[in-house]
C-alpha cells in the first residue's frame, strides 16, 4: 500500500529529481547547436510531429535514472509506449525529454526538459529545466517555486489590458477582441516554459491550444502553483492528470491576481470581459 511521503523523503527525492534532469540537460545540449541546425538524427512519429535521436537518449536516461530514484512510480512519458500500469499507480513520473522539439532541432534556445512526479494525481515534485538558456525552475508541493535556486512570484497586476502575453497568435487575436491590447506577446515554442515564465513574472499570462499532453504541462503547472498562479481551462477548471488519454483542451495560465479576469475574458459576456480587464 502506498504511503504518504513525508516531508524529509519529499526533500530527498526533489534533491535527486534535479540532479536527473540536470544531467538529462547536458545529453540534449550535446546535440544542439545554437542558431543552427541539431546534430541529431531527426525523424517523424505517427502524425508528422519531429522527434531526434537527443529526445530518444534523454528518455532513455531519465527512464533508468527515475526508476532507480523511485522504483514503484509508474511511467509516462512522450517518447515511450504508454503502459496502462500507470492507471494503477498512486505515484507516476510524468517526462518531456525535450519540450519544444521544433526549437531545438532549428538552434532556438527555447526548449526544456520537464518533469513532474505526481501523488495521487496531483503533481508534487515538478521541473522544467531550460539548458541552452541556463534556466532551472523547480518546484516542491507547499515549498515554494524557485528559478537559478531563488525564489520567484507570479506578477500581482489584475488588470487584463495591456498584460504582456504568450502564447499562439490565433488565441490572443481571439482575446484582444474580447478584453483590448495586451502590451506584448511573446511566442515560447516550449509549453512547459511558457507556463513556467508567467510563475517567474516575465509575461502577465499564457495560452496553450488544445492538445497539450500531461507531460507539457505537469511540471510547470507545479511551478506556477507554488509560484501563486494558476493553470486551468477557460471555466477556472483544473487540469487532471494520468487519465486513460493524458490530453487536454485549451488552457490559460495567470496569476492568482489576473486569472480571474482572464477567465471572465474567455467565457462571459463581451461587454462584462472588456470592464474585467480593464478593471484593476
Do not use: C
Not at 499532453?213 to 486551468?232: P, Q, S, Y
Amino acid at each position: 500500500m502506498f504511503m504518504p511521503l513525508d516531508p524529509q523523503t519529499t526533500a530527498h527525492l526533489a534533491a535527486a529529481l534535479e540532479d536527473a534532469a540536470r544531467e538529462a540537460g547536458e545529453i540534449a545540449r550535446g546535440y544542439f547547436r545554437e542558431g543552427g541546425k541539431t546534430t541529431a538524427r531527426v525523424w517523424n512519429k505517427a502524425g508528422g510531429s519531429p522527434v531526434t535521436e537527443a529526445d530518444v537518449s534523454v528518455d532513455a536516461f531519465l527512464k533508468v535514472r527515475l526508476s532507480q530514484i523511485l522504483p514503484e512510480a509508474g511511467w509516462l512519458s512522450e517518447e515511450t509506449r504508454d503502459d496502462p500500469a500507470r492507471l494503477t499507480r498512486d505515484l507516476v513520473w510524468i517526462v518531456d525529454p525535450i519540450d519544444g522539439t521544433r526549437a531545438f532541432l532549428n538552434g532556438i534556445p527555447d526548449w526544456s526538459v520537464a518533469i513532474a512526479l505526481l501523488v495521487d494525481g496531483r503533481p508534487r515534485l515538478g521541473v522544467v529545466h531550460a539548458p541552452a538558456l541556463s534556466s532551472f525552475y523547480a518546484a516542491r508541493a507547499g515549498a515554494g517555486a524557485t528559478l537559478n535556486g531563488a525564489a520567484i512570484v507570479a506578477n500581482a497586476r489584475d488588470a487584463l489590458a495591456g498584460s504582456r502575453v504568450a502564447g499562439p497568435r490565433p488565441m490572443v487575436d481571439a482575446l484582444e477582441r474580447r478584453a483590448g491590447p495586451f502590451a506584448s506577446v511573446t511566442k515560447v515554442p516550449s509549453l512547459a516554459l511558457r507556463i513556467a515564465r508567467v510563475a517567474a513574472g516575465d509575461v502577465d499570462l499564457a495560452l496553450v491550444t488544445a492538445n497539450a499532453r500531461d507531460w507539457d504541462l505537469a511540471a510547470a503547472d507545479l511551478v506556477l502553483a507554488e509560484a501563486g498562479g494558476a493553470l486551468t481551462d477557460p471555466a477556472g477548471m483544473a487540469p487532471v492528470y494520468n487519465r486513460p488519454e493524458p490530453v487536454h483542451g485549451v488552457l490559460v495560465a495567470a496569476s492568482h491576481a489576473l486569472h480571474p479576469r482572464l477567465v471572465e475574458a474567455m467565457t462571459g459576456d463581451e461587454t462584462d470581459a472588456r470592464r474585467s480587464a480593464a478593471a484593476g
